[in-house]
């Protein structure tokens, strides 16, 4: 019992310092949906995963938030790289990766959702961006969690 209260105050401080639930307040068209995902964020994202899966937390951490608002936050992003350590020894080494989906709200920011498959559990991780008018794409919230549930509609 000890373990999901350790685990749950975890996510609940990642979900808190990143300001993102995993309900989307934006209308969203069938547009959004279909709309491809653009290819360098893909490959950021890609590259974070592999790093991860290699251990290098703190490399991956500082190369997925490089140029962007998010590189500036560093207190936040420290806790974050703790709490990814810790969901290792909690749920397993980091073995795989896949997107789930990727959702549009407008032409300029984008939400991504990826799962992450550990030793014993998997992990839920959510990836928004904004594509600036002055400096592209930068990634603008990071959240974490074991609410891979949450991936399923209820019928």
Known sequence: MKKFYIITIIFLSASLIFGQDGNSKFSS?????TKQMPSELSAKIDGFFKTLITKKVDIAFLELVKG???????DDITNLIQQTFKS??????????????????????????YIASHSTYPTRWVFTFYQ????????????????????????
């Open 29 to 33: 068209s069938a547009n959004s949906q």
């Open 68 to 74: 962007s608002a998010l590189e500036k936050k560093k």
């Open 88 to 113: 290792f020894d909690i749920y397993g080494d980091l073995k795989k990766f896949e997107k789930i989906n990727h959702q549009f709200a407008g032409s300029s920011y984008l939400r991504v959702s």
């Open 132 to 155: 600036s008018p002055d400096s592209g794409w930068g990634l603008t919230n990071i959240k974490f969690d074991d609410l891979t549930e949450n991936f399923f509609k209820e019928d």
